[in-house]
């Protein structure tokens, strides 16, 4: 774990240039937990321009940790998800890209893993001020233990001028893939400044942003993980 005190800053503008486009989905009954793989599949082929894209990233779809007596499912493939009517899919992309995409998804029926959706009318919403993001899966490898991985991260960050003040790493989750599992651990970033805070968010770390990797999302704060953690 990183713990350095925060200078005072001033909060920015937050740019509109990377947006997320969320898509309601429709005729969902089910969708394994384990389904990065196919998900970024099954949108490439529909999107090939997804591939390519630099600043293109794709959330994994998650939902409620238990609803209804529902507990949701440990991680894998033969495991089921079970969406209500407010899950959603997120794209991550360049505004520029905004039109394309609503054109290219927007009624669209998806298959993967025996599952299918349709994709409703899609909404932009804008990335976040806060200064804590979280990413569900960042890229680990097999001979890393956390502080290794965490002073990994902070390298690569300070490369490109992102300074890491806090940092909680979790435990590391595999990925299915036909070439192998791809191994991750799931990563909280607190009191960045607000340009790193944003940076973050429109490119993310890491490799496979297509399978839901190295995305950060706005989280409520550090600290009770930190105390829960010790």
Not at 11 to 38: G, N, R, T, Y
Not at 50 to 60: Q, V
Not at 154 to 175: D, N
Request: include cysteine.
């Amino acid at each position: 774990m990183f713990w350095q005190e925060t200078d005072q800053e001033t909060q920015p503008q937050i740019p509109q240039d990377v947006v997320d486009v969320m898509f309601p989905l429709q005729e969902c009954k089910s969708l394994p937990v384990d389904h990065a793989h196919a998900l970024a599949n099954a949108l490439i082929d529909a999107v090939p321009w997804l591939a390519e894209e630099p600043r293109a990233a794709i959330h994994t779809i998650h939902v409620a940790g238990s609803q209804n007596g529902w507990e949701r499912p440990s991680h894998g493939s033969e495991q089921q998800l079970l969406p209500s009517r407010r899950t959603k899919l997120s794209i991550r992309i360049p505004r520029a890209r905004l039109d394309d995409l609503k054109a290219a998804l927007e009624g669209q029926t998806l298959a993967l893993d025996g599952a299918g959706f349709t994709l409703g009318q899609a909404k932009e919403r804008p990335l976040s001020a806060e200064k804590t993001l979280f990413a569900r899966y960042v890229i680990a490898q097999a001979d890393e233990d956390e502080e290794q991985f965490l002073r990994r991260i902070a390298s690569e960050l300070a490369q490109r001028g992102i300074k890491i003040r806090k940092a909680l790493c979790g435990k590391t989750l595999s990925l299915s893939t036909p070439t192998g599992p791809v191994l991750t651990r799931s990563l909280m970033l607190a009191e960045l400044s607000p340009n790193d805070a944003i940076a973050l968010q429109q490119q993310g770390v890491g490799a496979h942003q297509t399978m839901g990797c190295g995305i950060f999302l706005p989280h409520k704060g550090i600290e009770a993980v930190a105390q829960a953690a010790s």
